[in-house]
Nanobody, 121 residues
Framework: QVQLVESGGGLVQAGGSLRLSCAAKGRIGTINTMAWYRQAPGKQRELVAHIVNGGTTTYPDSVKGRFTILRDRAKNTVSLEMNSLKPEDTGVYYC???????????????WGQGTQVTVSS
């Protein structure tokens, strides 16, 4: 009933920028936290940006100052602006949203389909 649709990504040279977007569609009551993860080949999925309902954001040191997570409540969308990209930022990027189908229901985690980001040196 709920689907996350990701867009953006692609191939960029080191030092370049990309913007990813993730829109929640379907039966949506309320959305709690939103986040972006990435998974490089042969590595575990790691958190790269997180935003809570109140707007507080969290980033690991590896992307702090370069990545920005943005939330559009009206469009049920979370975006990730990535600047000064490095080859080590290469991977598949996934969005995650905590969504309740009703106003006072329980939250469940939903994941996007993933989008490839490749940064060439």
């Amino acid at each position: 009933q709920v689907q996350l649709v990701e867009s953006g990504g692609g191939l960029v040279q080191a030092g370049g920028s990309l913007r990813l977007s993730c829109a929640a569609k379907g039966r949506i009551g309320t959305i709690n936290t939103m986040a972006w993860y990435r998974q490089a080949p042969g590595k575990q999925r790691e958190l790269v940006a997180h935003i809570v309902n109140g707007g507080t954001t969290t980033y690991p040191d590896s992307v702090k100052g370069r990545f920005t997570i943005l939330r559009d409540r009206a469009k049920n969308t979370v975006s990730l602006e990535m600047n000064s990209l490095k080859p080590e930022d290469t991977g598949v990027y996934y969005c995650k949203q905590q969504i309740s189908s009703t106003i006072y229901g329980t939250y469940s985690d939903y994941w996007g389909q993933g989008t490839q980001v490749t940064v060439s040196s």
